[in-house]
Each structure stands twice: as structure tokens, then as C-alpha cells.
């Protein structure tokens, strides 16, 4: 059925993969006596056809505030409002009901006069809303345009309404659809309609003056055939979950069921939530093993639980003695996901009565633990690079057992299994007795052995959930951004940790540039970090690249940052000055080869490092033509990370490795003149190239001055991302 609006011309039902929006009324704009409180729409069409359809009605008034809406007697629920001085555009919307017609009634807190109403019908949407867009008192402006985007999913609408103060000419919408243009005259305007694209949407209507203006705009996400096993899940929160999380949920279900993953799973927990009720859940079987949080681990929404170390851990509840569910003896996994690279040696996943069944990921630095229904109970240990991912252990037979590190085998052997189960709780960050870690665990589950492939594509969809909640700090997702070949989620955890570790230690704002050469590819290595897309480094003379160890010089090769301090210096200054860097290589001997700088026209001023000079020191300068700052003593090798910092303009002190090895009084002169800072050599003359080193070099930065714990700070930092990388 064709449906006509107020201007006469026919409406047919949009429809986007099989959610529909069907614009059923716009009856002429009210004018109610001022100071009406009330004001009442008699018998308008809506003919939905089923309590699961969306009626949506779209109001503007010249009210402040909208109360309440009623249709048919029933309240609607707000999705979205904005009100400016003299206009107020909302959208409301109801379910669970059906009706053919029906009166609306608008009630405001304050007196109406103008109220304009359209009604409309959406089916095959979830009947939660998505986050609203809006734009309150636009003056004068052409286009009117939303202040941020809605985001609009694939098969999805948003809904659009504006209120205008003045009535004017007829609105032009730049994108989007109209479906309704109501005016009294001059004196009020009502313009309403949809938009089907997805991704981000801004509204934008232009063609009169919409003076005092206001628009609302709200999405609405189609009804996918979610699995009644996520439903069950989001069911159990408190906090209902958002249409995309609903998604993402859905889609990680059904991935594991496509995989045979998830009929052989006993306990399944996302810690990486929204909030900490959330987290807990047993996605395989709401209400049932719920875990529970002791002592108080630290959660981070959308990351997980992080132990303390000494007493916090989480409880599962679930003992597979008891539980009598797919685990058994020679038929079994546990798994968790670490979104950390803990320090401490101990089990972050595991039980509390014995070490039949564990895993410790980081024992010694250099092997991982781990144990599976094992009657030997101290476990199997084994060479591995501690990172942050998923970590799997299972048993396929009575004499055959393997460990996963994200989706491939690192461990496989014949030990036998154990006589029985450990009848005792699955536990998160707590092993037996003391046995307590500091990591942070965003997911576990137990149940049933699983093959290779079952663990690869187990991984797959861990990780497509993780990549979709992951708090990312915006700085991270910057530099991700850059990257030509996207970073792996793991290069994406151990990005981020170094940026919010330099960001909490306050070291991240006086940073001008930073580069961590030790990256997987070339192009990545050259991103500056402090600020993706300017001062990109490039490379002169082909130093050589190696993926995750950083950039070689040859004699004649070197690095050119871009970034001239004299003139782009943003934290840089005179009297606050840092410069440092990691060189990888053993260098034994004494040499002139710089780590990098610059030095002004002439014989100076210098803004540089020498790690190991010819004197057998660490040598560094900032702003000064009155030489180089020297370590106290001698220092063994170029090898590890070298900082010169200049905190006043008597007061320069070089570190290695975290710590002070020597200071002056030497007084600051100038920052070098028109010259770009190079690593792996000093730039002078305009640009050329000397003190050219052969060293490695793995990460570098210049900026404000640093003082000593934020040298500390930035060391422990850096160290921490070579260290996930195999660079140190």
C-alpha cells in the first residue's frame, strides 16, 4: 500500500536488507493557544502489523522540553532530543504494541505553541536505538548540520527530524531522505526523514534560514538472526548491551560454533566487557559458573581482570569434578588471553588445589609452564618469548598434549595424563597455595580437548571480538592508522602499552618525536609515534632494516628525522631539552659514531648522543657550544638505552638505561640552527651527514627535558616494547 504524505506525493516502505521504515502520518503542524501544555494529534495512521515493529513518532515544538510523548494512551520512550531557545526536536519510539490509529499526545514543562508531529514504522530492527546525533540552536546557518555523526549499520536507518523557528522556504536535504515537510506559515517549519547509508552519518538540510533550529537523529541497527546462545548471554547483563556490542557478541558465537568450538566448551568468559557484572557471565551457560571477583583485581572495561600479585584473583565456580560437563581427564583444555606481559613467574590460569592442570607464561624471562590433567604435577617447561595473546592448553588423549601460543602449537609431548580431574575451582590470576600474578586476563574458558585447527580458528575469533572492544588509547590508534600493512593485535597491545605507559608517567607530552625502529616492516618503522603523518623519517644511503631489531649503519647510511628543532620544536626549548635512544648492538670499543643529533652552522651548538665515544663514554650535548657532557666512568659497551637531558640552563645529565651516569653545569647557548636531527650520524652544513655510526639502533626521540624518574619512566616503557618485539 502506498501511504501519501502532507504534500500529496506517495510513500513507499524503504527498505535496507530486510528492515523496512515506512513513514505512515504527518498531520498539519498544531498551534495551540500559548502557554498549552499539551497538545493532542487525533487518530493518526500507523497500521504496524506486529508487536516486534518500531513505531517511531518525530517531534518539534517551540518548548524547551518535551515531557512525554503517549500514543494511544502508551508512553513512548525518548530516544534522542535537542532544544535550543526556541525549537526542540525529538524522537520517540515504542514496541510491543499494534496499532492502526491512535491520538498522540505531546506534553512539554513549559508552554507550547507550535507542534509539529510525523509518525513511522520500522520492522526488522532491534528495538534498542543506537547512540543519537544532534544539533541544538543553529543560528542562521546554511547547511544546518549536526554536530557529530550517527552511525548508521549495514542494513540499518536512521531517523531524522528538524524544528525550525521560522517557517521560510522549502528544506533542502544535502543527504538522507525526506519523507515529511510540515509549515505554519512563517512562523514554524517541521521537516523529518531517514538516511540508509552505512557508516557515519552527519545530517545536513539546507535552503531557508533556519533560524534557532534544532535536529535529532537517531539509528536504529537491523534484527539479525542473533543465536538464542548470545541472546541468553546479553540477557544475563544488568546493563542491556548496545546494538554493536550485540553484534559483536553474536558474531563471536557463532564463529565458535562454526568452528565445533562451542559444544565443547564447559566455561567461556569474556572479561573484556563493558563493566565488571558483564565480565563475569559464563557466555556457555548464563547463571551457571558465574565467576566471581576476590580481593578485588583490578577491571578495565573492554580489557579485563589484572591480579595484584599477592591476594586478588577470580573464582569461576566451576570445579569439573562437580560440574560433570565436557572436561575429563584425558579430554580437556584451558585457555585464557592475556592482554599483558606480566614480570612476575606464576599462574595465570590454573586451580587451587594442585598443578595438575596450570599456566605460567613467563618463567625466567625466556620459558613458559604449563601443565594439562598432568599426574607429574610440575608441569612442562619450555623456551618462549613471554607476549600478550591467547595462550591454550590441551590434552587429545591420555598420552598426548599440547600448548598453543595465539593459533599455533609451541609445545607438543607424550606425558601421561593424570588419574583424575582437579576437584577444586578454576581460578584467573591464582595457582595453588601462594601462587598469585599480576597479569591481565581478558578471556578463559575450560571444557573439552580441541585440535590444531579448532585452537587456530578458537584464536580467530578471540581475536575479531578483542580488535572490536579493545580500549586502544587514541594515540595508539594513530599510529596503527599509519601502518601500510595493519599491525597484528599483539603489535597493536604492545604499541599501546608503551604510549599509555609514557602517557601516565607524563613523559608523552614533552615528547616532540619517537620512533621505535624495531618494528615489522620498514614503513612502520619510520612512523613517528608523537605524531603520525609529520616528520615521517627517511632513510639515506640504504641503512640496513631488520624487522623488530631497528636500522643499521653502514659508514655512509643514515636517518633523517625531518624535524629541525630550531624551528619546529613544540616541547623543545632552550633551557629544556632530551634526546635519546636504543642502541642494540655490543659495541665494546671506543668510536666518534654518533647514536644521532645535530649540530649548528659552524663548530656548534650540538643537540646529540654518543653512546660510546672515543674515550669509552657516554657523551651527550643539548644547546651547547660548550661541549659534550660526559658519564662519569667508562661505560662497557654502546649497547642499551642513552639520554641526554637538559632539565635548566646550568644542568645537563646523561642516563643509560634508566639511570645517571654523570652531569655538568654546562650553559645552554642555542638550539642548532637549520639543521634536521639524524640518527645513526649528526647533521651539520646545511644537511650533510657526519660522525656516521655502524651501530643498531632501535628506537629514538627528541623533546622537552626529562628529569630523572621520567627518564626512569620512559625507559622501563621502551624497554618493555623491545622487549615484547625481541629487540633487548
Same mark, same amino acid.
Request: proline content about 4%; some cysteine.
Given at each position: 500500500? !502506498?501511504?501519501?504524505?502532507?504534500? %500529496? ?31 493532542? /494529534? ?105 554536530? &557529530? ?17 521560522? %517557517? ?13 515537510? !510540515? ?5 514554524? =517549519? ?21 533560524? +534557532? ?13 542473533? &543465536? ?16 554493536? =556490542? ?9 564463529? !565458535?560454533?562454526?568452528? +565445533? ?25 548464563? %547463571? ?202 599483539? =603489535? ?56 623488530? =631489531? ?10 633523517? &628525522? ?43 651548538? /650540538? ?12 657523551? +651527550? ?6 661541549? /659534550?657532557?660526559?658519564? &662519569? ?66 628506537? /629514538? ?17 621502551? !624497554? ?9
Amino acid at each position: 500500500m !502506498l501511504l501519501t504524505g502532507a504534500g %500529496g506525493f506517495a510513500f513507499a516502505p524503504a527498505v535496507a536488507t530486510g528492515a523496512t521504515w515506512t513513514p505512515t502520518a504527518g498531520p498539519a503542524i498544531n498551534n495551540e493557544a500559548f502557554g498549552s501544555f499539551d497538545s493532542t /494529534f487525533s487518530s493518526l495512521a500507523v497500521n504496524n502489523a506486529s508487536t516486534s515493529d518500531v513505531v517511531v513518532i518525530c517531534i518539534s515544538t517551540s518548548a524547551r522540553h518535551i515531557t512525554g510523548v503517549t500514543i494511544g494512551g502508551d508512553a513512548m520512550t525518548l530516544a534522542a532530543e535537542s532544544s535550543s531557545s526556541t525549537a526542540a526536536a525529538s524522537i520517540w519510539y515504542i514496541t510491543g504494541e499494534i496499532y492502526t490509529t491512535a491520538n498522540v499526545v505531546v506534553s512539554a514543562a513549559a508552554g507550547l505553541q507550535f507542534v509539529g508531529c510525523t509518525v513511522g514504522v520500522l520492522t526488522g530492527v532491534d528495538p534498542t536505538p543506537g547512540p543519537a546525533a544532534v544539533k541544538a540552536f543553529g543560528f542562521n546557518a546554511d547547511p544546518q548540520v549536526t554536530t &557529530t555523526a550517527a552511525t548508521i549499520p549495514d542494513g540499518g536507518f536512521a531517523i531524522v527530524v528538524l524544528a525550525s523557528g521560522a %517557517g521560510g522556504s522549502d528544506p533542502v536535504w544535502n543527504n538522507g531522505t525526506e519523507n515529511y515537510d !510540515l509549515n505554519s506559515g512563517s512562523d514554524w =517549519r517541521h521537516t523529518s526523514g531517514y538516511d540508509d547509508t552505512p557508516g557515519a552519518f552527519t545530517a545536513s538540510i539546507s535552503g531557508f534560514s533556519f533560524a +534557532g533550529s534544532a535536529i535529532a537523529v537517531v539509528p536504529w541497527a537491523p534484527l539479525d538472526a542473533y &543465536t538464542s546462545e548470545a541472546e541468553a548471554i546479553w540477557a544475563e547483563f544488568d546493563t542491556p548491551p548496545s546494538w554493536e =556490542r550485540r553484534g559483536v557478541i553474536n558474531d563471536a558465537v557463532v564463529a !565458535l560454533m562454526d568452528a +565445533g568450538v562451542w559444544s565443547k566448551l564447559d566455561v567461556l568468559y569474556m572479561f573484556a566487557a563493558a563493566d565488571s557484572q558483564a565480565a563475569k557471565i559464563n557466555w556457555k551457560d548464563p %547463571g551457571t559458573f558465574d565467576a566471581t571477583a576476590v580481593n578485588s583485581p583490578t577491571f578495565t572495561a573492554d580489557a579485563g581482570f589484572t591480579g595484584n600479585g599477592t591476594n586478588s584473583y577470580v573464582d569461576t565456580n566451576f570445579n569439573p569434578v562437580s560440574a560433570s560437563g565436557q572436561m575429563a581427564a584425558a579430554d580437556a583444555h584451558i585457555m585464557a588471553f592475556l592482554t599483558t606481559t606480566p614480570a612476575d613467574v606464576k599462574v595465570f590460569v590454573g586451580f587451587t588445589a594442585d598443578y595438575k592442570t596450570f599456566i605460567a607464561p613467563n618463567v625466567g624471562g625466556t620459558n613458559t609452564q604449563y601443565a594439562i590433567t598432568d599426574n607429574a604435577q610440575g608441569g612442562i617447561n619450555i623456551a618462549n618469548a613471554i607476549a600478550a595473546t591467547q595462550y591454550t592448553a590441551t590434552r587429545t588423549a591420555s598420552n598426548a598434549c599440547n600448548l598453543y601460543k595465539g593459533g599455533s602449537s609451541i609445545n607438543a609431548t607424550s606425558t601421561a595424563v593424570t588419574a583424575s580431574l582437579t576437584n577444586s575451582n578454576m581460578s584467573i590470576c591464582r595457582g595453588p597455595a601462594g601462587d598469585f600474578s599480576s597479569a591481565r586476563v581478558s578471556a578463559a574458558s575450560a571444557g573439552a580437548a580441541l585440535t590444531a585447527g579448532e585452537v587456530s580458528d578458537y584464536y580467530d575469533a578471540m581475536l575479531a571480538y578483542m580488535e572490536a572492544v579493545y580500549p586502544f588509547e587514541p594515540e595508539s590508534l594513530a599510529i596503527f592508522d599509519e601502518f601500510t600493512t595493519p599491525p597484528t593485535f599483539e =603489535r597493536k597491545l604492545a604499541i599501546n602499552t608503551c604510549v599509555a605507559a609514557l602517557i601516565d608517567a607524563g613523559v608523552w607530552d614533552k615528547l616532540d618525536v619517537l620512533y621505535m625502529f624495531a618494528a615489522a616492516d620498514s614503513q612502520a618503522a619510520l612512523i613517528n609515534w608523537k605524531s603520525p603523518g609529520s616528520f615521517t623519517a627517511t632513510a639515506a644511503n640504504s641503512p640496513t632494516f631488520t624487522a623488530d =631489531r631497528g636500522f643499521t649503519g653502514n659508514g655512509s647510511a643514515y636517518l633523517d &628525522t625531518g624535524y629541525a628543532p630550531n624551528t619546529e620544536a613544540i616541547n623543545l626549548s632552550l633551557n629544556s631539552a632530551s634526546l635519546g635512544g636504543y642502541t642494540r648492538n655490543n659495541r665494546t670499543s671506543g668510536a666518534t659514531d654518533a647514536l644521532g643529533g645535530a649540530r649548528g652552522g659552524g663548530a656548534e651548538p /650540538f643537540l646529540g648522543l654518543q653512546a660510546k665515544n672515543a674515550s669509552d663514554k657516554l657523551a +651527550g650535548a643539548a644547546n651547547t657550544a660548550g661541549g /659534550f657532557t660526559l658519564s &662519569t666512568s667508562t661505560v662497557g659497551s654502546a649497547q642499551g638505552s642513552s639520554v641526554v637531558s637538559r632539565t635548566a640552563s646550568n644542568l645537563t645529565t646523561v642516563y643509560r638505561d634508566g639511570a645517571s651516569v654523570g652531569s655538568d653545569a654546562t650553559a645552554s647557548t642555542a638550539i642548532p640552527p637549520g639543521e634536521n636531527i639524524f640518527v645513526l650520524a649528526m647533521s651539520r652544513d646545511a644537511g650533510s651527514a657526519f660522525l656516521l655510526s655502524g651501530d643498531q639502533v632501535s628506537s /629514538f626521540f627528541v623533546g622537552g627535558g626529562l628529569t630523572a624518574g621520567e627518564v626512569s619512566d620512559y625507559y622501563d616503557a621502551e !624497554l618493555a616494547y623491545l622487549q615484547t618485539v625481541g629487540a633487548a
